[in-house]
């Protein structure tokens, strides 16, 4: 019996949302997750702090995933997961040794009721109600964006790079090794042992300095960033680091830490060029619709002036003549989501895991053990089972 149950005798279904630097994890009809806590668990064979995706073997990911997911039930919700149902919210892009393994672990090692996977991309439209809009899910690896148009997801114009958060701490990293340098070469104390070395600062240090410190610049001052034309930097602060160190961040770093999103690399690939590009392979009958209902999602998006400077850029760039004659959209339109962008699409999914869909739609238990396999729409062998169990 679960720890906190209640009376009764309805087990209330978890949703799963097990992201490459975050994880969510709740109830569904809840308006947000229970925890959000890294994806990275203590290793019993090692002992080391291990991220989940840093998996070697199938055996190695299925050693993760049952301490992770023990972790989850019992310390931070306090239910037991045997004959619970699970919505788990997985990406376009996940492996599929990932999401077996992970059935695996929970229909085998936690004897749970029934698991339904459904997409980030398109569950989290149930969170705003709407059934046509352009994704742009921003995460710590990279970016996917793909166009949802009246609840069919259109794949053939999805697009993905690695321009994420794990980019952003790259450079912030990097420019604050600079700027302590040059600041010890100009005091004349280089020979002097520095006293917080920056390069092996951990990296939730150099997230929790982006987090606080670092902010997306508008358009115009974008511009001169790119053009090496340094305006007037913000001022700089000063961080402490394990109580006693403290170092300074300069206003130039916490300016230009998320450029590399918006720069121009020798392919274009930026990411208003990644937002166009895909509404442009999509039907023209779907430019408009998409281009007034873009959804931006991720950690990354929480940063300060982050929608406004990707807003700017997508309508400076439709007057450029790569996209003026092929584009010819004259407003674009960013979704306020109900939740924070980090747990929005852990929040369609509570949602639709708390609808009618839940039991039409899950993989059972008895049904995983006799298909040995998770249905995927891509795997024709899926299909043929499917069909053959409606002939009989």
């Not at 947000?32 to 203590?42: A, N, V």
């Not at 698991?115 to 921003?138: E, K, N, Y």
């Not at 520095?194 to 987090?211: F, G, M, Q, R, T």
């Not at 305006?231 to 961080?239: F, K, L, M, S, T």
Request: hydrophobic letters at 40%; one cysteine or more.
């Amino acid at each position: 019996m679960a720890l906190f149950d209640g009376l009764s005798s309805e087990k209330q279904a978890v949703v799963l949302d097990l992201g490459s630097r975050y994880t969510k994890f709740g109830f569904v009809g809840e308006f947000s997750p229970r925890c959000i806590i890294p994806s990275e668990i203590k290793c019993p064979k090692t002992g080391q702090i291990r991220k989940i995706s840093s998996y070697k073997d199938e055996a190695d990911l299925y050693t993760l995933l049952v301490e992770f997911i023990h972790k989850l039930y019992f310390k931070h919700v306090l239910v037991s997961p045997k004959d619970r149902h699970v919505v788990i919210i997985e990406s376009l892009l996940n492996p599929t040794l990932f999401r077996e393994t992970l059935a695996k672990v929970l229909f085998v090692h936690y004897e749970v009721a029934s698991v339904l996977f459904v997409p980030s991309h398109l569950v989290v439209l149930c969170a705003l109600g709407i059934r046509t809009a352009l994704v742009v899910d921003i995460g710590y690896c990279e970016t996917q964006i793909i166009p949802i148009y009246e609840g069919v997801p259109v794949l053939c114009a999805w697009q993905a790079q690695p321009l994420a958060g794990c980019i952003v701490e790259e450079r912030l990293r990097n420019s604050l090794m600079e700027s302590y340098q040059e600041r010890l070469n100009a005091s004349g104390d280089a020979g002097r042992p520095a006293e917080v070395n920056i390069s092996k600062l951990p990296e939730s240090v150099i997230e929790d300095i982006k987090v606080r410190t670092c902010f997306v610049p508008d358009y115009k001052r974008g511009q001169m960033l790119s053009e090496k034309q340094i305006p007037g930097p913000p001022p700089d602060v000063e961080y402490r680091v394990g109580g006693s160190c403290v170092f300074h961040v300069p206003g130039s770093v916490r300016q230009s830490a998320y450029e590399p999103l918006f720069e121009k690399d020798n392919e274009r690939s930026s990411l208003p060029h990644l937002i166009l590009d895909a509404i442009l392979k999509c039907g023209i009958d779907t430019h408009k619709g998409l281009a007034q209902n873009i959804l931006l999602v991720g950690g990354t998006v929480m940063a300060p002036g982050f929608k406004a400077r990707v807003m700017e850029e997508v309508k400076e760039m439709l007057k450029t003549p790569e996209y003026s004659n092929r584009l010819p959209i004259k407003s674009v339109k960013i979704h306020q989501p109900p939740g924070k962008e980090n747990y929005v699409c852990w929040l369609g999914g509570a949602m639709f895991g708390a609808t009618d869909m839940l039991p039409m739609r899950t993989l059972t238990k008895e049904n995983y053990f006799s298909m040995k396999m998770v249905p995927d729409w891509s795997n024709l062998a899926t299909n043929v089972l499917m069909v053959s169990k409606l002939s009989i």
